[in-house]
């Protein structure tokens, strides 16, 4: 459903979205080379005191770097777009296809879950999109590349990059796994809570004239508890993700400066091969944190497009006629 909702709403678009990617690219890719222009500075330009290659390696890493960030800055703006075009378009569609419903399929659904999927459950739609336009290229490009780029530096450390990636890999997968039926469980909250509030509002006059204040608080608090309990118990799942993230980093890079400093004291390794191949493995680590963070969000967003599909999918029992009678 999630794939299918994207495809139809994104297909208008695909220019945009072909846009992202080469910007995305480019400035990932100008990321990477940063990392190596500052080793050649360190090892050929500081240790010999050659002052001219400094400055014209400092050059190219400036004009790297404003690449970059124009590339970074472009993607985003045309990410944006694409995110609050399509966000606009399915709102249109949704809306559309409530008014053509009839009494049963408003009874069906209840005005409380189809106001929620209007404007909550497709704001994650909108989320995941500007993400997926920002992060998704990038992370997979930098892992990879960040990979290439360690190995060439020094393939005896390498070895490291095995340890490191799967085991935040597996933590962080752990957690989502954890986390997906808490989000579909808080959809299902936010629209009992909708529905609650919704009939406060309009029997507002009927609560009072029997004095129910207090039942319909209560009744009120219950709902908003239930909401409240799923949304602590992702918060604290997520409370663990970002310092288990930092920790598997800050070991990796003790171990990389550890194994390093042997290699450098044996004459094996410079040091601007270290600090190179220490700036690629907090680039491949964070880039499977973007990743991970992507897929954070994707269970949510994945329930809120099966809801939304489910309304876009429903006809109508009041069918026109196909013969209508002038």
């Known amino acids: 459903m999630f794939l299918r909702l994207l495809r139809r709403f994104l297909r208008p678009y695909a220019g945009l979205l072909v846009a992202i990617v080469v910007l995305q690219t480019v400035g990932t890719l100008a990321s990477l080379w940063l990392p190596t222009l500052n080793a050649a500075i360190i090892d050929d330009g500081l240790s010999t005191g050659n002052i001219p290659l400094i400055w014209q390696l400092g050059g190219i890493m400036l004009a790297v770097s404003l690449v970059q960030v124009v590339c970074t800055i472009a993607a985003v703006r045309c990410g944006a777009q694409v995110s609050m075009g399509a966000g606009r378009d399915i709102r249109a569609s949704l809306f559309s296809r409530v008014l053509s419903f009839s009494t049963r399929e408003m009874n069906q659904f209840g005005a409380p879950t ?42 005896v450390l390498s070895w490291l990059l095995v340890v490191a990636v799967p085991l935040m890999g597996v933590c962080l997968g752990a957690l989502i796994a954890r986390m997906h039926p808490i989000f579909r469980q808080m959809q299902t909250r936010i629209d009992t809570l909708n529905r609650v509030l919704r009939e406060q509002i309009t029997g507002i006059r009927v609560v009072r004239a029997f004095t129910r204040e207090e039942f319909e608080g209560n009744r009120f608090d219950r709902a908003n508890a239930l909401l409240t309990d799923s949304t602590t118990r992702v918060g604290q799942y997520m409370v ?23 290699r450098i004291d044996a004459g094996q390794l410079q040091v601007g091969q270290l600090t190179a191949f220490l700036s690629y493995l907090a680039q491949i680590l964070m880039s499977v944190m973007m990743a991970t963070f992507i897929s954070i969000m994707i269970p949510r967003a ?10 876009l999918d429903t006809s109508s029992s009041l069918a026109p006629p196909a013969v209508p009678v002038a």
Do not use: H, K, Y
């Open 114 to 155: 189809l106001i929620s999927r209007n404007t909550n459950d497709v704001q994650q739609i909108q989320l995941i999109v500007f993400m997926g336009c920002t992060l998704v290229v990038t992370a997979p490009i930098t892992m990879a590349g960040g990979v290439f780029m360690a190995v060439r530096e020094d393939p």
């Open 240 to 262: 663990v993700m970002f310092p288990l993230v930092m920790l598997i980093l800050n070991v990796s890079s003790v171990a990389v400066i550890w194994f390093g400093a042997i």
């Open 302 to 311: 994945a329930v809120c497009a099966d809801r939304i599909t489910e309304v």
